[in-house]
């Protein structure tokens, strides 16, 4: 099995900043392209920004120059930091990874149960 486990959301005030951070633990041989998604209610997930294993990385036109996608392969981490946050941006973020089990042949995707994110003064 394969677990990934948010952690740094809270409340901040408008134009603050928050680190986000994913740790991905288990049975597997790597983790492709990791990325971040949010959720607020009455809409759909949207993808905020992702980074390939080779570092490569895409961000939301709404992430763009705000958020820094970035991992640590070595330790099987991810992490988001976010500056300049808007009210807007307050949603549930979501950890995202396509990861190779051990023993399997084709990677899978898997994702975090989330962490709120609240930006309101």
């Known amino acids: 099995q394969v677990h990934l486990v948010e952690s740094g959301g809270g409340l901040v005030q408008p134009g603050g900043s928050l680190r986000l951070s994913c740790g991905a633990s288990?049975?597997?041989?790597?983790?492709?392209?990791m990325a971040w998604y949010r959720h607020t209610p009455g809409k759909e997930r949207d993808f905020v920004a992702g980074?390939?294993?080779?570092?490569?990385?895409t961000y939301a036109d709404a992430a763009k120059g705000r958020f820094t996608v970035s991992r640590d392969n070595a330790k099987n981490t991810l992490h988001l930091q976010m500056s300049s946050l808007k009210p807007e941006d307050t949603a549930v973020y979501y950890c995202y990874a396509i990861v190779k089990r051990i023993g399997i042949l084709t990677p899978s995707p898997y994702w975090g149960q989330g962490t709120q994110v609240t930006v309101s003064s």
């Open positions: 288990g049975s597997f041989s790597s983790i492709g392209f």
């Open positions: 980074v390939t294993d080779g570092g490569s990385t």
